[in-house]
């Protein structure tokens, strides 16, 4: 499976987002939603998605949900290892992939191609309107082996995709995380560079009924 999504990969047509403006978002919404005893209650994983698009501004809340700043000093939403920041959000959409700008609350283009279907063999996901990839910059950690600042970045990840697991159940949509995706032929769709690491992905969308 890993070969054909390779193939895949190579027969899409190049990337170009040169000239693209950042994307601006909508303030999110720091207020309302479930009492949070009721989503932890309701919290699951789901497999199954809904093509029906996410509007702008549940994009923008989601995001802020999982990385955003919330604090007047940049302090974002979830906690990352001696406060390095090493954390940022990927949005994979149809109409390519954009990088989380948390400090200016915007999305920043980074490729045209939709890299929805080439992300996982798992073609549960496939359907999901939007997915975050987590992607840790390990430049920013500079001390410890390569395996020790996966090993943080892993478990910083898991605050992130919990803030956006309990916003989904109050939002009433389906989500799921998960750490099989094809990383190298993400990576380079991603156009990441060699210090930047796929830890994991998040699939969100409609229930599928």
Same mark, same amino acid.
């Given at each position: 499976?890993?070969?054909?999504?390779?193939?895949?990969?190579?027969?899409?047509?190049?990337?170009?987002?040169?000239?693209?403006?950042?994307?601006?978002?909508?303030?999110?919404?720091?207020?309302?939603?479930?009492?949070?005893?009721?989503?932890?209650?309701?919290?699951?994983?789901?497999?199954?998605?809904?093509?029906?698009?996410?509007?702008?501004?549940?994009?923008?809340?989601?995001?802020?949900?999982?990385?955003?700043?919330?604090?007047?000093?940049?302090?974002?939403?979830?906690?990352?290892?001696? !406060?390095?920041?090493?954390?940022? @959000? &990927? %949005?994979?959409?149809? $109409?390519?992939? +954009?990088?989380?700008?948390?400090? #200016?609350?915007?999305?920043?283009?980074?490729?045209?191609?939709?890299?929805?279907?080439?992300?996982?063999?798992?073609?549960?996901?496939? !359907?999901?309107?939007?997915?975050? @990839? &987590? %992607?840790?910059?390990? $430049?920013?950690? +500079?001390?410890?082996?390569?395996? #020790?600042?996966?090993?943080?970045?892993?478990?910083?990840?898991?605050?992130?995709?919990?803030?956006?697991?309990?916003?989904?159940?109050?939002?009433?949509?389906?989500?799921? @995380?998960?750490?099989?995706?094809?990383?190298?032929?993400?990576?380079?769709?991603?156009?990441?560079?060699?210090?930047?690491?796929?830890?994991?992905?998040?699939?969100?969308?409609?229930?599928?009924?």
């Amino acid at each position: 499976m890993k070969t054909v999504l390779a193939l895949v990969f190579a027969l899409l047509p190049l990337s170009s987002v040169f000239g693209q403006e950042p994307e601006p978002l909508p303030a999110p919404r720091r207020s309302g939603g479930m009492p949070l005893m009721e989503a932890l209650a309701k919290r699951s994983t789901s497999r199954a998605f809904d093509a029906k698009p996410l509007t702008t501004q549940q994009v923008a809340d989601a995001l802020w949900a999982a990385l955003g700043v919330n604090r007047s000093d940049g302090k974002r939403t979830a906690p990352t290892s001696r !406060d390095r920041r090493e954390m940022e @959000v &990927y %949005v994979l959409r149809s $109409s390519g992939v +954009s990088r989380y700008d948390a400090s #200016a609350h915007r999305l920043v283009p980074v490729a045209s191609r939709d890299l929805r279907t080439v992300q996982s063999a798992q073609e549960f996901v496939y !359907d999901a309107p939007v997915t975050f @990839v &987590y %992607v840790a910059d390990l $430049s920013k950690m +500079s001390d410890g082996s390569r395996a #020790a600042k996966e090993a943080t970045a892993s478990f910083d990840t898991g605050f992130v995709s919990q803030n956006v697991y309990l916003w989904c159940v109050s939002e009433g949509l389906a989500t799921g @995380v998960r750490s099989w995706v094809d990383r190298d032929v993400l990576a380079k769709g991603m156009e990441l560079g060699p210090e930047q690491w796929i830890v994991a992905a998040q699939s969100i969308g409609w229930p599928k009924r």
